[in-house]
């Protein structure tokens, strides 16, 4: 699939999304983006999405928290393709600023401004299924609102969790909203079931032989 790097049947890494990593789920005719990445990144993943023949068949964009590197270019490609992004609730009210954040550190991350969605987005509690066979999974913690998102065998974790030589860890304290909930969504991730852990940052890894 053009650069992407072939993770599991209908899953792509991509290459060009900035600040995080970026994934393409397919599905026939529809296509779904996790974590788009940074605003800056924009024309890069537009241009690597275009090349690879998926940009007029993204449907929808699957954001796993609010934190700039992720949720930062998916408005351009809401604008590009018409699609539904769909984020956790008490993130997108982070995003409006109906929320305050739970730390200084993350309020000052609040204030970095994201673009506007001119389509608007679609809400997470967690359960829902954004895409076919894709299932949100709540895991609070990093962000109030961050969302996890199961399909088949691999679960994109976000920063729910970042991988080592050691296992799975949380994110630092000074990132993280609420540690006791991080720590119990490390724990749901590692109960899911997937065997493929794709990370918000760092590789991708087996959680199960």
């Known amino acids: 699939m053009g650069g992407m790097e072939s993770i599991y049947p209908a899953v792509f890494r991509l290459q060009h999304s900035a600040g995080s990593n970026g994934y ?3 599905d026939g005719d529809r296509v779904a983006i996790v974590d788009p990445g940074l605003v800056g990144g924009r024309r890069g993943l537009l241009r690597e999405l275009r090349q690879a023949g998926l940009l007029a ?17 998916a408005p351009a490609v809401q604008a590009a393709t018409g699609a539904r992004v769909w984020l956790g609730r008490a993130d ?23 673009d506007a969605f001119a389509g608007g987005l679609e809400l997470l509690e967690g359960g829902e299924e954004p895409f ?3 299932t949100a999974l709540g895991t609070p913690g990093h ?8 399909f088949e065998d691999v679960v994109f974790a976000g920063d ?3 991988g080592s030589d050691n296992g799975l860890r949380l994110m630092p304290r000074f990132l993280t909203s ?3 909930q991080a720590q119990a969504s490390l724990e749901l ?3 899911v079931g997937a065997r493929w852990l794709c990370p918000g940052h760092g590789a991708v890894r087996e959680l199960h032989t």
Request: hydrophobic share 45%; charged share 25%.
């Open 160 to 162: 729910a969790v970042r």
């Open 189 to 191: 991730i590692q109960e």
């Open 92 to 114: 997108a009210e982070v995003l409006e600023g109906t929320r305050r954040p739970a730390t200084r550190f993350r309020r000052l991350l609040a204030r970095r401004a994201t």
């Open 57 to 73: 068949r993204v449907t929808d964009v699957l954001v796993t928290h609010s934190d700039a590197d992720h949720v930062g270019a």
């Open 24 to 26: 393409a789920i397919l």
């Open 132 to 134: 076919p066979g894709v």
């Open 178 to 180: 609420d540690q006791d």
């Open 143 to 150: 962000t109030p609102g961050h969302m996890a998102f199961v």
